[in-house]
């Protein structure tokens, strides 16, 4: 085997930041300075965020197939000496009350410097507004008291109906009220919002609803991708 043709060959791939020490692919992910050295960054919420996680301490399943698995495939990878810990603590089928009940062994005791919330999807008929917006407030309080420090990064729910969004459509409208509430919430508690209800708006000028997400609800592996890119560049430019 040509040896010099091999070295070539990686020094090209290098100089073009193909290779690990090149430096050009790390370069177009944006700097986190929210993920400090030692963080620990928690993800919380509903199916969306468990992506079929697993339950183990297995690490090729622990974060499920999401947003979630994304950003810490590319922060773990672009900062090793940083030693990041990424944490995934969605439930399927859960609302903010649902979270509440669990709140103290799945967040408070891991002790989170990033803590990421995506709820409210599954809330519609089985949690009132205005308890969601209490409950969800008090979960905050609470985790600010036991943290002082963490930061809090608060995901709009979001809704995406195959025909196009309708007036009269009763979970379109319902979601839209979760999203106004945490609005609210992070501004009060002087967290990032992420809204993603617009990126997938926006996205079905590219392709169809169903390609992004494909019940309405659970985003596929593209919509997973378009949530992980907002999240990444609203957490960065509000956490500077």
Not at 52 to 76: E, K, T, V, W
Not at 115 to 132: E, K
Not at 145 to 157: D, G, I, S
Not at 207 to 232: C, F, K, N, R
Request: hydrophobic share 40%.
């Amino acid at each position: 085997m040509n040896t010099r043709l091999i070295s070539s060959f990686q020094m090209a791939l290098v100089g073009a930041g193909l290779l690990a020490g090149g430096g050009a692919w790390a370069a177009e992910i944006p700097e986190m300075p929210a993920f400090g050295a030692n963080a620990r960054i928690l993800f919380q919420g509903d199916s969306i965020t468990d992506g079929n996680r697993g339950r183990s301490a297995d690490p090729n399943h622990i974060l499920g197939h999401g947003y979630c698995f994304i950003i810490a495939a590319q922060y773990g990878a672009r900062f090793p000496e940083r030693a990041l810990t990424f944490m995934n603590r969605g439930v399927s089928g859960n609302t903010v009350s649902n979270l509440q009940a669990r709140w103290q062994k799945d967040t408070l005791e891991l002790k989170p410097d990033v803590l990421s919330i995506l709820i409210g999807i599954n809330d519609g008929s089985r949690v009132p507004l205005a308890q969601y917006e209490q409950v969800y407030d008090r979960l905050l309080t609470e985790t600010k008291a036991a943290q002082p420090e963490v930061r809090f990064v608060l995901c709009e729910p979001f809704y995406l109906p195959r025909g196009g969004h309708r007036e009269g459509d009763a979970r379109d409208q319902d979601v839209k009220q979760r999203q106004a509430i945490v609005a609210r919430l992070a501004e009060k508690h002087h967290a990032a919002l992420v809204r993603f209800q617009h990126v997938f708006d926006e996205a079905c000028l590219r392709a169809p609803a169903e390609y992004w997400i494909w019940d309405s609800v659970h985003p596929t592996y593209s919509g997973h991708q378009l949530m992980a890119d907002e999240w990444v560049k609203t957490v960065s430019a509000f956490y500077k």
